[in-house]
């Protein structure tokens, strides 16, 4: 997406779903699309919108916001192995959100536990470090885009975007 469709701070209207709000989060992906999330204000029944900015009609400029957004640690952390200076998590980082107001948190995501499953946590740039400068990104390898696949739906999952807790 160039610069001149950012949509961090738009009021958007989804084109499949009518749903409308603000876009509050940038979240790029290392493997994937780049998606828009925010709260919907057209709606009682959903909460929250994560989607590909392909889907959406800018209906109106809410706050102008700095573009080009820089890419600050992007290129240090993306396809690295990190740690959490304070909780000791470590993760490779696949993904980055991007707040209005300068928000900029990386996703990481753990090995697979014993129980088949991996933990994922959004944490601020000032707390991570790289632990292996060796790069996944070459790993993984698809003749498709994709990306981390979420929808209006999953409302538990959103809200843990929205807030942090993802």
Not at 37 to 44: I, L, Q, W
Not at 120 to 137: A, C, K
Request: aromatic fraction near 10%; hydrophobic fraction near 35%.
């Amino acid at each position: 997406m160039s610069d001149e469709q950012e949509l961090l701070g738009k009021k958007v209207k989804n084109k499949l779903t009518g749903l409308e709000g603000v876009c509050e989060h940038k979240l790029v992906w290392l493997f994937g699309c780049t998606q828009y999330a925010g709260n919907v204000t057209n709606s009682d029944k959903h909460k929250y919108f994560m989607e590909e900015a392909q889907l959406f009609d800018v209906l109106e400029t809410i706050i102008e916001v700095e573009t080009p957004i820089p890419l600050r640690k992007q290129e240090e952390f993306f396809g690295k192995k990190c740690r959490d200076k304070v909780s000791g998590f470590e993760g490779i980082c696949i993904g980055r959100r991007i707040g209005i107001y300068a928000v900029d948190q990386y996703y990481l995501e753990s090995e697979v536990n014993d129980k088949g499953e991996t933990v994922t946590m959004f944490l601020d740039e000032g707390r991570l470090v790289v632990i292996n400068e060796e790069s996944i990104e070459q790993e993984v390898v698809s003749d498709r885009p994709g990306g981390v696949t979420t929808t209006y739906r999953n409302e538990a999952l959103l809200e843990k975007v929205m807030n942090g807790s993802y």
